[in-house]
């Protein structure tokens, strides 16, 4: 197995290195150790919010009610 010089650049050198490009980006290649793998996929814009995260006290009867009508009980208590 290779050794890896494992030199550490100083402050001094960093005005030794080159300037980097956008087309030394375009042809960078992502590697996991020595494999070469497909560049990470990004995600794209967020959609807005169509809702509005808040803190709500709500009576125990009232909570119980929506539980008792099944699975997606507090969809059912955004829409009363």
Do not use: C, N
Request: no cysteine; net charge positive.
């Amino acid at each position: 197995m290779k050794k890896v010089d494992t030199h550490s650049i100083k402050s001094d050198e960093y005005d030794e290195l080159p300037e980097l490009t956008d087309e030394m980006f375009d042809r960078a290649v992502y590697k996991v150790g020595s494999i070469e793998k497909p560049t990470p996929k990004r995600r794209g814009p967020q959609k807005t919010p169509t809702k509005i995260a808040i803190y709500l006290r709500l009576p125990h009867e009232v909570v119980e009610y929506f539980k008792s009508e099944g699975s997606g009980w507090q969809t059912k208590m955004g829409y009363a």
